[in-house]
Each structure stands twice: as C-alpha cells, then as structure tokens.
C-alpha cells in the first residue's frame, strides 16, 4: 500500500495544504501535552521556551507560545516570507496554540516511561510538524529566528537552528536536569527522522543504472516485460574511452527483484546499479503539485 501526502492542484490543492496544517498542528500539541509538559520534556523552540515558563511561573503553554510567536511572525512576514508565509504560519500557530490549552485538561499523560516518551513523542511531533511543512507552513518560533539569521547574518538556517535550541536546552538543563535534556536530544532525533519520511513521502521509489553488451536487449525486456520507461543515456568508459549506452530507469521497490532478474537472462555480465530515489514525480508515479498563492 503507497501512501502520499502530496496535495492535488487548484482550489482543492489549498484546501488540502490547510487541512495537513491543521491537523499536523493539532498533533503537535497533542503530543505536547501526552508527553511533553508531564514529562518534563523541553522540545525546541517557542513550545520549548513555554513548557519553561509553565514549569517555573504555572503559565498556560499555549498562551505562552503564541505570545512568543507574535512578534516572530511579523518579523518573518516583513523580512523573511512574504504573504503566504505569514497567512499559513498564523494559522498552524493559532490552532497549535489554542489546542495545547484547550485539549490539556483532557489529556492524561499515558506513561512516565523514558523509553516510551522518546518514541511516541518524537512520533507525534515529527508526524505533525511534517503535515505542517508538507502544507507549505511553518509552526513560527525558531524557524523564524533561523531565516532571519540566514539572511542578514550569513549563518546557515541548520547551524541558527542548532544554536538556538542547545542555548533552550542548556536552560533546561539547568532547571530539569541533565536527564531531561538527555531525552529531549534523543526525542528531537526520532522527531526528525519521521519528519523526513512524512516530507519525502512513503512512496519512495528505486532508480537504476543499467550498463550492458547488449542494451537494446535489455531496454526491449524493461519496456515490455517489466513495463517501466527506460531513458538512454550517452556514457563513455573511463578507461576505454569507447561510447557506450546507459540505461536508465526509475522503478517501485517490489519491482526491484524483477528487474535484477530480467537483466540476469538477457545478460548475465551487465553492470546494474541501483539506488534509492526519495520521491518521484511524473507518469507511472505521483502527478506534480502545483504552488498555490495563499
């Protein structure tokens, strides 16, 4: 089963980038409040500066983040975005908000289990920050303060976002502990990687290369046994200087067996390379998204 979280195009196309916002938002501040707050768990960013507060001064994190945010959000809008960051931004920090202190009384914390914390919070965090992103949005905080960096200090947006949240991190640690931060670290791995995999989708494909003695053979047997398009490209060896044809072909993963299998009867010698390709676009895979304004 191939699942894909790419919005169609048009008026539709909108529709689906802010229902990814919202939901995405909602589980961001689902899994803040399930783990995050009871726990002790500081994630990084405004939420991370909020869930501090909330502990040290009893605040509302919710109020507080979206408090932080405000002036973030105007400043990415004037210097960092333009419009269509600004509307989406408002929204996905707006429902963020207000979901971590409405849905907080009725949330009770399912375990105090370190190990579980790591693996459902990063869970829930990375699959809502990833609908949030994959909506063409951004939950504001230190995303912002790492586009403003990037663009009047040089500093890359990675390397800001770095030192921005070991500087949260370092006040945690000093108020929770050495064992909170542990945690938090190990949480913000498991967040991004499935951040990735929401971003990149789970559909990813295979690319092969195809370097044989009898190409058209081998094209023949991919076009019409395998039913994959092949693209052939000009080579040279390095050695030989000889030209020579390279195939080229994109393909499913369960399609990778077949292929190895169809070179091997037409050529046994055939040089086949094959990689992973994260998303693919165009006939035989997803159809292309278009950008929306707003």
């Known amino acids: 089963m191939r699942w894909d979280f790419r919005a169609p195009g048009g008026r539709l196309g909108i529709v689906f980038d802010y229902g990814q916002i919202v939901l995405g938002s909602v589980l961001v501040a689902i899994g803040?409040?399930?783990?995050?707050?009871?726990?002790?768990?500081?994630?990084?960013?405004?939420?991370?500066?909020?869930?501090?507060?909330?502990?040290?001064?009893?605040?509302?994190?919710?109020?507080?983040?979206?408090?932080?945010?405000?002036?973030?959000?105007?400043?990415?809008?004037?210097?960092?975005?333009?419009m269509r960051f600004f509307i989406r931004t408002v929204v996905a920090v707006l429902v963020m908000s207000l979901a971590i202190d409405a849905s907080a009384p009725f949330i009770t914390p399912p375990t105090t289990d370190r190990l579980l914390v790591i693996c459902y919070g990063g869970l829930l965090d990375g699959l809502g920050m990833g609908l949030v992103f994959r909506g063409r949005g951004?939950?504001?905080?230190?995303?912002?303060?790492?586009?403003?960096?990037?663009?009047?200090?040089?500093?890359?947006?990675?390397?800001?976002?770095?030192?921005?949240?070991?500087?949260?991190?370092?006040?945690?640690?000093?108020?929770?502990?050495?064992?909170a931060v542990m945690v938090a670290l190990a949480?913000?791995?498991?967040?991004?990687?499935?951040?990735?995999?929401?971003?990149?989708?789970?559909?990813?494909?295979?690319?092969a290369i195809i370097i044989?003695?009898?190409?058209?053979?081998?094209?023949?047997?991919?076009?019409?046994r395998l039913g994959r398009g092949v693209t052939v490209l000009r080579g040279e060896g390095g050695y030989t200087g000889q030209p020579h044809p390279v195939l080229y072909v994109v393909l499913a993963p369960q399609?990778?067996?077949?292929?190895?299998?169809?070179?091997?009867?037409?050529?046994?010698?055939?040089?086949?390379?094959?990689?992973?390709?994260?998303?693919?676009?165009?006939?035989?895979?997803?159809?292309?998204?278009?950008?929306?304004?707003m």
Not at 276 to 287: N, R, S, T
């Open 187 to 207: 949480l913000a791995f498991v967040s991004a990687r499935v951040l990735d995999l929401v971003q990149e989708g789970f559909s990813a494909a295979r690319t």
């Open 32 to 82: 803040t409040n399930m783990f995050f707050v009871p726990n002790n768990v500081v994630s990084g960013g405004a939420v991370g500066v909020s869930i501090i507060l909330h502990h040290l001064l009893h605040t509302p994190v919710g109020l507080v983040t979206l408090a932080l945010n405000v002036p973030l959000i105007w400043l990415g809008w004037k210097y960092a975005g333009g």
């Open 138 to 179: 951004t939950t504001g905080g230190t995303d912002v303060l790492a586009r403003l960096a990037h663009r009047f200090l040089g500093i890359g947006v990675g390397q800001a976002l770095l030192a921005i949240n070991v500087g949260i991190f370092a006040v945690a640690a000093f108020i929770f502990g050495a064992e």
């Open 212 to 224: 044989s003695e009898q190409p058209e053979a081998v094209k023949q047997a991919v076009l019409f």
């Open 255 to 293: 399609e990778v067996g077949r292929l190895k299998r169809l070179v091997a009867q037409v050529d046994r010698k055939a040089f086949v390379a094959i990689t992973p390709a994260q998303e693919v676009l165009g006939e035989g895979f997803a159809a292309h998204s278009g950008e929306e304004a």
